[in-house]
């Protein structure tokens, strides 16, 4: 019996099926630019190197910083104009309050004469008119803010999209040149995440069986990884094959090739 179960146990180290992939890091990525404008920098002596929180490539953004700057000067005027409209609504309110009982006490009394009356009335309407357009330009004038703090987001965003950053990311590739325009959509770097490294193969059908529970050899070495991500439907370059990628630590060197068995 004994002897039967390492026949088993060689027959599946002998023919387990032998996958080569790359090892890549663990994401790429395409970026391309939001705005239009000239290319201020672009340094490439920083391909290949781990990025900071400083921008590796900046697009003109000068106007958008003195209209943002503008704009939230525009804006704190704004807040003082609305917080003495409000000021003034309060006192206008306690008037009208003073205003339509003092005419109620006036109205039904003989002794005044009707011109005396009118007159009354008349300065409690202005008054309450005053009031409301009051109340109107302090509508305008949260309009006017809430607009503001709109355009302030957009340049802020537009300036963030212009000092392109990512932190902790590695520089693959620079598309563009100082002095160069570009568009939107146009193509201005590759950045790569290298924290990590994946391996993408593609299995035969019958290896697809409990596929994620299987253990991952790698250059004929036993090790703890497993199928981290497999997907279901075959591939459409490799027809019948099925992509399965495996996540392993950070090498010291990518792109090279390696020999990956998956064993029961």
């Given at each position: 019996m004994?002897f039967?179960?390492?026949?088993v146990i060689?027959f599946?180290?002998?023919?387990?099926?032998?996958?080569y992939?790359?090892?890549e890091?663990y994401e790429?990525?395409?970026i391309?630019?939001?705005?239009?404008?000239?290319?201020?920098s672009a340094?490439?002596?920083?391909?290949?190197t781990t990025?900071?929180?400083?921008?590796?490539?900046?697009i003109d953004s000068?106007?958008?910083?003195k209209e943002?700057?503008?704009?939230?000067?525009k804006?704190?005027?704004?807040e003082?104009?609305?917080?003495?409209?409000e000021?003034?609504l309060?006192?206008?309110?306690?008037?009208?309050?003073?205003?339509r009982?003092n005419?109620?006490k006036?109205e039904?009394?003989?002794?005044?004469?009707?011109?005396e009356k009118?007159?009354?009335?008349?300065?409690?309407?202005?008054s309450?008119?005053?009031?409301?357009?009051?109340?109107?330009?302090?509508q305008?004038?949260k309009t006017q803010?809430?607009d503001?703090?709109l355009?302030a987001?957009?340049?802020?965003?537009?300036?963030a999209?212009k000092n392109?950053?990512?932190?902790g990311?590695?520089?693959?590739?620079?598309l563009?040149?100082s002095g160069?325009?570009v568009n939107?959509?146009?193509?201005?770097?590759?950045?790569a995440?290298?924290?990590?490294?994946?391996?993408t193969i593609?299995?035969?059908?019958?290896?697809t069986n409990?596929?994620?529970?299987?253990?991952v050899?790698?250059?004929g070495?036993k090790?703890?990884?497993k199928?981290?991500r497999?997907?279901?439907i075959a591939?459409?370059?490799?027809?019948s094959?099925?992509m399965?990628?495996?996540?392993?630590k950070s090498?010291?060197?990518?792109s090279k090739?390696?020999?990956?068995e998956?064993r029961?």
């Open positions: 004994k039967i179960f390492m026949l060689l599946n180290v002998v023919y387990a099926k032998v996958y992939a790359k090892v890091p790429i990525r395409d391309s630019s939001n705005v239009l404008g000239i290319v201020t340094d490439e002596s920083l391909v290949g990025l900071s929180s400083k921008p590796y490539i900046k000068e106007i958008d910083e943002l700057k503008s704009t939230k000067e804006l704190m005027y704004l003082n104009s609305i917080e003495i409209n000021a003034i309060v006192n206008l309110d306690d008037l009208l309050v003073k205003k009982e005419y109620k006036i039904p009394l003989k002794i005044k004469s009707s011109v009118d007159k009354e009335f008349y300065d409690l309407i202005s309450e008119n005053l009031y409301l357009n009051t109340r109107k330009e302090l305008n004038l803010m809430s503001l703090k355009r987001a957009q340049l802020q965003r537009s300036i999209d392109l950053v990512a932190e990311f590695v520089l693959y590739e620079v563009v040149k160069q325009v939107m959509a146009t193509p201005l770097a590759k950045v995440d290298i924290s990590k490294a994946k391996l593609y299995v035969d059908e019958e290896d409990k596929i994620e529970s299987k253990t050899y790698i250059d070495e090790t703890s990884y199928v981290s497999f997907l279901h591939d459409s370059k490799n027809i094959k099925y399965a990628q495996i996540i392993i090498p010291k060197l990518f090739l390696v020999k990956i998956l029961d």
